[in-house]
Nanobody
Framework: QLQLVESGGGSVQAGGSLRLSCAAYGFTYGGKCVAWFRQAPGKGREGVAFLYTGAFTTYYADSVKGRFTISLDNSKNTVYLQMNSLKPEDSAMYYC????????????????????WGQGTQVTVSS
């Protein structure tokens, strides 16, 4: 019933763009903390973009700032991650996540702050 479903991953050349989507089912994004994380093989899960839908505040990791944009389409109940100027080091499995308890983590928080996760979508950036 309660699901986050990611899509939009794929393979792209360095410098290209992708837009990831995360559709929510069984709940609405309103008043939630929403995030995109990524995890490359052998690496920890890294938060890259965060959206606090109530205040509509966003935060980005320094590694993606200026290149990635998180947004929300309320009519589609879908969160997006627009990724531009992609680099090979952006290659990872990307996950969307949501926090349901009151209050959003300061400056986005960490993966442990988010309890509801999508299945992930793979992004591969080639040189």
């Amino acid at each position: 019933q309660l699901q986050l479903v990611e899509s939009g991953g794929g393979s792209v050349q360095a410098g290209g763009s992708l837009r990831l989507s995360c559709a929510a089912y069984g709940f609405t994004y309103g008043g939630k903390c929403v995030a995109w994380f990524r995890q490359a093989p052998g690496k920890g899960r890294e938060g890259v973009a965060f959206l606090y839908t109530g205040a509509f505040t966003t935060y980005y990791a320094d590694s993606v700032k200026g290149r990635f944009t998180i947004s929300l389409d309320n009519s589609k109940n879908t969160v997006y991650l627009q990724m531009n100027s992609l680099k090979p080091e952006d290659s990872a499995m990307y996950y969307c996540a949501a926090k349901f308890s009151s209050g959003c983590p300061q400056y986005g928080g960490t993966s442990s702050d988010y309890k509801f996760w999508g299945q992930g979508t793979q992004v591969t950036v080639s040189s």
